[in-house]
């Protein structure tokens, strides 16, 4: 269900936002105390001056969270809200790019941006498919995990099972499913060097 942030009784938009901020805070406690940090989901999608209020409380009581965004929108737009909400990390979409010339393109992009935006590399994310669907082969993942981690801006991540050269997406909603591939250990030791370097 859609959360109704601009509704018209100021009462109840009061109390939306109230409640919605303290869940917010409940996790951002439990990071603060784990050594964690929060990640905003589809924050491109989100109520903006909600997200002002929510950042300003966070900021307000953990002002050394490390909030990681998924935020894919304009430069202008990146450029005006991620320092105004307090932003660390912002996921960059490096899977979108298939050739290696557009991959140089958006590094480029990413380091143009950098003294401003910071972003993590993943080469793949939860809601991607995995690199043989991506690039044609599972040994494409040594490949890009080398461009992002080399040719990215100092954060790059690994998930969802793509180090151990699954061919298909990991199944994260809903029961969970048992992995029956072994895992390949021609990628192990690339990425350990890559990953050393």
């Not at 109520?47 to 900021?59: K, M, N, V, W």
């Not at 298939?98 to 480029?108: D, P």
């Amino acid at each position: 269900a859609l959360i109704h942030y601009d509704h018209p009784n100021r009462w109840l938009r009061g109390d939306v936002w109230k409640y919605m901020k303290q869940y917010a805070l409940f996790w951002c406690n439990y990071a603060a105390s784990t050594g964690g940090m929060v990640r905003f989901d589809n924050l491109h999608s989100s109520h903006s001056a909600f997200i002002t209020e929510l950042t300003t409380a966070i900021r307000g009581k953990f002002p050394e969270m490390v909030i990681l965004g998924e935020y894919f929108t304009d430069e202008s737009t990146l450029s005006r809200t991620v320092p105004e909400w307090g932003i660390n990390l912002i996921l960059a979409n490096s899977w979108e790019y298939k050739t290696a010339s557009q991959l140089r393109h958006y590094f480029q992009y990413l380091h143009n941006t950098a003294p401003r935006l910071h972003h993590i590399c993943a080469m793949t994310t939860h809601d991607t498919e995995v690199p043989r669907t991506l690039f044609g082969s599972v040994m494409n993942t040594v490949p890009r995990h080398l461009a992002n981690t080399l040719f990215g801006t100092g954060q790059t991540a690994i998930v969802q099972g793509v180090e151990a050269g699954i061919r298909e997406r990991v199944r994260f909603i809903g029961p969970p499913n048992e992995l029956r591939e072994p895992p390949r250990p021609e990628l192990a030791e690339p990425i350990r060097l890559i990953n050393q370097v």
